[in-house]
């Protein structure tokens, strides 16, 4: 916080920005909304993995491939989630939801 008790904050000549993402946002709501998002999650795990950031379209779209993935098979048990950043393979939607959505 700041000695006048506000919030420090990404702001710039277009408004708010997330760095981590590279979007601008109109107010500091909309920032913080994006702040919990899985895209915002996502792109940050890519920072750590010292990788850029993806955009909200190519997540959206990647999202829909692993949903679209389980709908084609007959069997759940042949579908596994991958996690391309840290190489992980998941049997089950439920654990790799887990773990995108984790601080790991």
């Known amino acids: 916080r700041r000695k006048d008790g506000g919030r420090y904050s990404a702001m710039n000549r277009e408004g708010f920005v997330s760095a981590t993402s590279d979007v ?7 920032l913080h909304e994006h702040y919990r998002s899985d895209f915002h999650r996502y792109n940050l795990k890519r ?11 190519w997540f959206e779209t990647h999202k829909d491939m692993l949903v679209s993935a389980g709908r084609g098979r007959d069997q759940k048990q042949d579908l596994v989630y991958y996690d391309p950043l840290s190489r992980k393979t998941f049997n089950s939607e439920r654990k790799y939801v887990e773990y995108t959505k984790s601080n790991k």
């Open 24 to 30: 601008a946002f109109g107010s500091e709501t909309e």
């Open 47 to 57: 920072r750590v993995a010292g990788l850029g950031p993806v955009t909200k379209e």
